[in-house]
C-alpha cells in the first residue's frame, strides 16, 4: 500500500510539475501556492466587483443625462456612453402598467422604440437616509 502511494506521481495543482518531498504536498512553491490561493479566492469577489462597477456607471450616466431630474433621450446616446441595460438595482411597475428601471435613485421609462424619459427618486434617497440612523 505504501510502496503504491510511493511510485504515484503527484502534480503540482498550480502549474502540473511533479512533486517531490511529503506524500501530502499539493504545490510545488510557495508562489504556486499563493498564485492558486490568490486565483480561487478573488474570483467572485472580482465578479462582484465588476457588477458594482456597472451599476455606478449606469448611475453616472443616468445622472449626467438627467440634471433637471426629468429628461428625454434617445438609446443610443445611452450606449454611447457606455450604458448596460443588463444591470440595474430594481424595476418599478405602475398601476397603468409602466415599468421603471431604475439605477439606484435614477431610471428611466421606454416611452417609445429607442426613446426614453429619465427620472429621478429621491425617495430612495430618503429610505436609504433612514435605514443608516
Not at 506524500?23 to 474570483?43: E, I, P, S
Not at 457606455?82 to 430594481?90: A, D, L, P, S, W
Not at 426613446?115 to 429610505?127: G, I, K, S
Request: charged share 30%; hydrophobic share 35%; aromatic share 12%.
Amino acid at each position: 500500500m505504501l510502496a503504491d502511494r510511493a511510485t504515484e506521481k503527484k502534480l503540482c495543482l498550480e502549474c502540473g510539475e511533479p512533486l517531490h518531498g511529503r506524500l501530502d504536498k499539493k504545490f510545488c512553491t510557495d508562489a504556486c501556492r499563493n498564485l492558486f490561493h490568490y486565483r480561487t479566492n478573488n474570483a467572485p469577489i472580482n465578479y462582484v466587483r465588476n457588477v458594482v462597477n456597472t451599476l455606478k456607471r449606469n448611475r453616472r450616466i443616468l445622472s449626467e443625462l438627467n440634471p433637471g431630474g426629468k429628461a428625454k433621450v434617445h438609446r443610443d446616446k445611452l450606449v454611447e456612453r457606455g450604458y448596460n441595460f443588463m444591470y440595474h438595482t430594481n424595476i418599478y411597475r405602475t398601476k397603468v402598467g409602466n415599468v421603471y428601471v431604475f439605477c439606484f435613485e435614477h431610471g428611466f421609462l421606454e416611452l417609445s422604440e429607442n426613446w426614453y424619459a429619465l427620472v429621478r427618486r429621491d425617495e430612495y434617497l430618503e429610505r436609504a437616509g433612514d435605514a443608516l440612523a
